[in-house]
């Protein structure tokens, strides 16, 4: 019985270090989702208010958006 009490820790152990890994790596795509989202709004947006018919900085700040959006559900789905 001990070899076989021995394999069910090792097993719940296993289980146990997935699931940090996956909240862990999770978690480091919602940061990068946040910071995305931040150096958005700091480098893009903000001069975008003063020059808006660039087409450039639009492109730019859709990009952003969508590279936020994009690692947000990423983590969402890491997390599932």
Do not use: H
């Amino acid at each position: 019985m001990g070899n076989w009490e021995k394999r069910q820790e090792d097993k719940r152990e296993g289980r146990e270090k997935d699931k940090v890994r996956r909240e862990k790596l999770a978690g480091y795509f919602f940061d990068l989702s946040k910071l995305c989202f931040a150096g958005m709004v700091i480098g893009i947006i903000l001069p975008l208010f003063s020059n808006i018919d660039d087409i450039k900085m639009w492109i730019i700040s859709i990009l952003g958006i969508a590279l936020t959006t994009l690692s947000a559900l990423l983590a969402n789905k890491i997390l599932k």
